[in-house]
């Protein structure tokens, strides 16, 4: 009887030789074997953020909207109108470092028009409304938070993360083999070069987590097979 166990970081494949000679089949080569799991773990992939995106149109179209995590945190002054008044377009910051980036940024502008008798008022007025403004920010964010919970999208979101990390590991795996024989060779090239010309890899996410593009990667270790 044959036995499959899917290991992480690898796959295993346990077959009896009695089943191999008796079957008269040859057995699967390990890139087979990795591109197979892959080909199966990828449809759950698309499976998992399909309802990922589906949850997310769920909770923007629910009642209230989508909340906004984002506070204004500046303007841009665009002149005046017809009567006079101010034209300003609000700037916002998305996340906290921004925000303490904008006030930081801000600090330096106000201290530059103010006597030093004065810089000391500026710098806890600047903090008071940082202060607020991060507050404003932390607020909103545990709202979305707990929306995000309601509905079920943070659940989504960790399982579909992490059936995706699954597929990285398998196509680090691919990635990485040295094929044993030519054919093998042939086999991993052309569905190295397929993967980058359809969405059925992560490979073109260059910098997540490999030092170096990797299709150069796979292609050192077809170099490596006849070394």
């Known amino acids: 009887m044959d036995r499959r166990t899917v290991l992480k970081g690898g796959i295993a ?23 197979s799991e892959h080909t199966r773990v990828l449809a759950l992939d698309k499976a998992a953020w399909t309802v990922v995106a589906d949850l997310s149109e769920r909770l923007d179209e629910s009642e209230g909207g989508h909340p906004s995590v984002r506070v204004q945190t500046s ?40 006597s030093a008798s004065r810089q000391a008022l500026v710098k806890e007025n600047c903090e008071r409304r940082l202060a607020a403004k991060l507050a404003e920010f932390r607020k909103l964010q545990a709202e979305y938070d707990q929306r995000e919970q309601d509905i079920g999208l943070t659940e989504a979101l960790a399982e579909a993360r992490r059936i995706a990390d699954e597929v990285r590991d398998i196509e680090a795996e691919i990635i990485a083999l040295v094929p044993a024989t030519l054919a093998e060779a042939v086999q991993k090239a052309a569905w190295c070069a397929r993967a980058y010309q359809s969405d059925d890899a992560y490979l073109c996410e260059h910098g997540d987590g490999h030092q170096q593009n990797p299709l150069l990667m796979a292609l050192e270790a077809i170099g490596r097979a006849s070394a």
């Open 13 to 35: 494949v346990a077959l009896t030789a009695h089943t191999a000679v008796a079957s008269g089949e040859a057995l699967p080569s390990t890139l087979d074997m990795l591109i």
């Open 75 to 114: 303007y841009l002054h665009r002149g005046r109108d017809a009567d006079g008044n101010d034209i300003k377009t609000p700037i916002y910051s998305y996340s906290e470092a921004e925000i303490e980036k904008a006030f930081a940024d801000d600090l330096k502008t106000l201290l530059l028009f103010n």
